[in-house]
């Protein structure tokens, strides 16, 4: 790996070397800290989690071939070379750091409480049709995923887009010191993690931070439809530029048209006077306000309204993220990645785009704080407002959405555990139903999407 020999690795990391120093010289092949993804001359960062301690599986990996270990244990005398850090955990992210530097390539940053990874996957594609681009995979966004992400980049990658995700104060620093952002990009203010942040406007203070380690003559791109956001002024002298509906945004999006859970047409305005048509080709008014993030990004790395376009009209479905299932008797939308109440809301507003009867298949969601069972009964009563014909709730706070719900003549069904839901699936669900499964993540929402999947 370009720039990653055993000694600029120490240097980088602050660490002591012990082994042979024949082999300071040499290029490690790889970097994992799952010893299981271990290969020929690769670097093993021995970080442990809440129940395991990774250090006991090094010998494993010198087996496997590792070229030397990273250890905050000191391990005596070996036969294998190994850095001794105080902290492996940083270590990882320092190392990242170098390699990052290694590359001339554009980092785009993203970070927001709602739509990271549908908003990374909208700029990539529209960046892809003039670069080649390396992205977050999944949600790869945390102080072990954002380095396992660079680790991938390669000599050919000419842009990296790399999502950052934060639930605590000082976290973002850490993050964006090695990500060194050109672009930042922050897709919204929400009440995710408000648990940790108490309030919006702290997690304002705290994703804002990336901007911090963005490199001179970057851009700072923002969402002008978030109340927070627009009210932004320069931030390390940098003036903010805008994307959404209103008249205040330098990309602006006008006569949108839900085309249901095909999409959404649209006419998107461009800061130099243009504008050109597309169809932004998954369902949700909010996909709209990624295609602007895609445009704003896009047009700041220099791409053609034609390509622009192009990658907005070309974006690919993922599995859990407003991914469209269409089986014999239903019609699924598969939006059970994550969830919070904004999102929720927001997957909704897309299920009433459906023609025919509507089910929305709701559960938990994390890390709300005080408020979490008036959040989730608001979310109840918005699905219910919203013309929702059949809300089943899953799980303990879950029950409260089926309180919410449980007005204008809406069916509401709640459930404790998902066993017992899908013990009376087939009786609720009828030939022709839109469904929509969304929860957080830890519900484990997935197997459910299999089993409507098979009725």
């Not at 963005?214 to 927070?228: A, H, R, S, Y």
């Not at 709209?288 to 047009?299: E, I, R, T």
Request: overall charge negative; proline content about 3%.
């Amino acid at each position: 790996m370009k720039n990653l020999t055993l000694e600029n690795i120490t240097k980088a990391c602050k660490g002591t070397y012990h082994g042979d120093t024949s082999k300071l010289s040499q290029e490690v092949a790889g970097v994992v800290i799952d010893s299981r993804k271990v290969e020929k001359d690769y670097l093993f960062v021995a970080i442990d989690g809440e129940n395991v301690n990774a250090h006991k599986f090094i010998p494993d990996t010198i087996e496997k071939g590792a070229m030397c270990v990273v250890s905050h244990e000191d391990l005596g005398e070996t036969d294998y070379p190994y850095i001794l850090v105080e902290s492996t955990g940083q270590a990882l992210l320092d190392i990242a750091k170098l390699y990052r530097d290694s590359f001339d390539v554009k980092v785009v940053g993203i970070t927001g409480s709602v739509g990271k990874t549908s908003t990374k996957e909208m700029i990539a594609s529209v960046l892809s049709q003039k670069y080649n681009v390396h992205k977050t995979l999944g949600n790869f966004n945390n102080e072990w995923g954002l380095p396992i992400t660079i680790f991938e980049m390669n000599e050919e990658n000419q842009v990296a887009i790399l999502e950052m995700g934060v639930n605590h104060f000082g976290e973002m620093r850490r993050l964006s010191s090695v990500a060194s952002p050109d672009v930042c990009v922050i897709t919204n203010i929400g009440v995710a993690h408000l648990e940790f942040f108490k309030t919006r406007e702290g997690i304002f203070q705290e994703k804002s931070q990336m901007i911090q380690d963005m490199k001179n003559g970057g851009t700072i791109i923002f969402n002008g439809d978030d109340d927070i956001l627009r009210e932004s002024g320069p931030i390390k002298g940098v003036e903010p530029v805008f994307f959404g509906t209103g008249d205040n945004s330098d990309f602006r999006a006008t006569d949108i048209k839900p085309l249901g859970l095909k999409g959404t047409s649209c006419t998107l305005h461009m800061p130099n006077g243009t504008s050109f048509d597309c169809v932004v080709p998954l369902p949700g008014i909010h996909m709209v306000s990624n295609a602007l993030a895609g445009a704003a990004v896009g047009y700041s790395l220099d791409l053609t309204n034609e390509e622009i376009k192009a990658g907005i009209e070309n974006l690919p479905s993922i599995p859990g993220r407003n991914h469209i299932i269409i089986t014999d008797k239903l019609t699924i939308l598969d939006d059970c990645y994550n969830a919070n109440p904004i999102s929720t809301k927001a997957s909704i507003d897309v299920l009433d785009m459906a023609i025919g009867r509507k089910v929305a298949v709701l559960g938990n969601m994390g890390e709300l704080g005080a408020n979490e069972k008036e959040l989730h009964h608001e979310t109840g009563a918005y699905a219910a407002e919203k013309g929702v014909d059949v809300v089943c709730a899953i799980g303990d706070l879950a029950k409260e959405i089926a309180n919410g719900a449980s007005v204008n003549g809406t069916e509401v069904h709640w459930f404790e555990t998902k066993a017992d839901f899908l013990a009376e699936m087939k009786n609720i669900m009828k030939e022709g139903d839109n469904v929509l499964v969304k929860a957080s993540h830890g519900m484990h929402f997935p197997e459910l999407v299999e089993a409507l999947e098979a009725l």
